[in-house]
């Protein structure tokens, strides 16, 4: 609480945000490199899945974070929603678009990884594929509707409620390989038993952690574009008012 | 069904590709943005500060 009064001024935040916003996207980007660096070029082959296994390094960090991109959606709008806080709908609006890219990511590699595995670019019936490609349309539904209303004030309503209306899909992303039949595979490492060696796990968990970090600098770098921007149109306005 | 080609390096590196190419873009996008909302804020605060405000 006492975190989302400091921020309720954004002076406060324009004047605190400027090097973590730097800081994490960098690291998230030296983090890729080097997660992506080793998964491609020193992990072994999968006895299963040989090859294509290194896909995993690219796709799974992808969807583990357009998941968390959007339950900070979620969060965001929903202290918009209820306290009305000045900074909560610019970071959900900021972190759309990354959410966004994250998901498209992780559905472009995952069909081709699902081509070389199940042989079919895409199934419909599948539930975990028709899901996220549903997470997708409401990422660009939820950008769409801030390009739509008339006012900054209704936007953020109107992308509000449709954000947490959304919000039953991740449940059903998550669950939907144990609730239905599904050509994916259950998860393999959001679990107890979890049998994935060294030699996989690291690189997977710097990819991970580099996305992590490029999704909070980006946001971060996309809040005080956002917060730039209405700064200069309150200035232009007062001055057209003026002269 | 056509038989899938069983050397997979180039399904690899595609999804590699793709992977890059659309952190990249969302880095270059966000930047550039970033860039555009600094330039505008400096040209409105110039024009507050020079203008005057008023009659």
């Not at chain 1, 081509?115 to 899901?131: F, I, K």
């Not at chain 1, 609730?179 to 968990?205: C, G, R, V």
Request: include cysteine.
């Amino acid at each position: 609480m006492a975190v989302m009064s400091f921020f309720h001024n954004p002076h406060r935040f324009m004047a605190g945000s400027k090097w973590p916003a730097w800081g994490f996207t960098l690291l998230g980007v030296v983090l890729i490199v080097v997660g992506f660096g080793i998964g491609f070029f020193r992990t072994p082959e999968d006895f299963q899945q040989d090859e294509r296994a290194r896909m995993m390094f690219v796709h799974v960090p992808a969807m583990w974070l357009c998941m968390f991109s959007y339950a900070f959606m979620v969060g965001a709008s929903f202290i918009s929603f209820v306290w009305r806080h000045a900074l909560a709908d610019v970071a959900a609006k900021s972190a759309a678009p990354i959410g966004a890219v994250f998901t498209a990511i992780g559905l472009m590699t995952g069909s081709i990884w699902g081509y070389t595995t199940w042989g079919t670019w895409w199934e419909w019936g599948d539930a975990r594929l028709v899901s996220v490609l549903i997470l997708f349309f409401i990422f660009l539904g939820y950008i769409a509707v801030w390009q739509a209303m008339e006012t900054p004030q209704k936007a953020a309503r109107a992308a509000a409620i449709l954000c947490l209306v959304g919000a039953v899909n991740i449940p059903i992303i998550h669950f939907s390989v144990e609730w239905f039949a599904s050509l994916h595979q259950q998860s393999t490492f959001m679990t107890t038993d979890n049998k994935t060696t060294a030699e996989f796990k690291i690189p997977m968990y710097l990819a991970a952690l580099g996305y992590l970090a490029l999704f909070g600098g980006l946001t971060l770098l996309n809040m005080r574009a956002e917060i730039m921007k209405t700064r200069a149109d309150i200035l232009l306005q007062r001055r057209q008012a003026a002269d | 069904m056509t038989p899938i080609d069983t050397n997979y390096d180039g399904y690899v590196i595609w999804a590699y590709a793709m992977g890059a190419a659309g952190l990249l873009g969302v880095l270059a996008w966000t930047v550039n943005r970033l860039a555009n909302a600094k330039r505008k804020l400096d040209e409105a605060e110039r024009e507050d500060a020079g203008g005057g405000g008023g009659p």
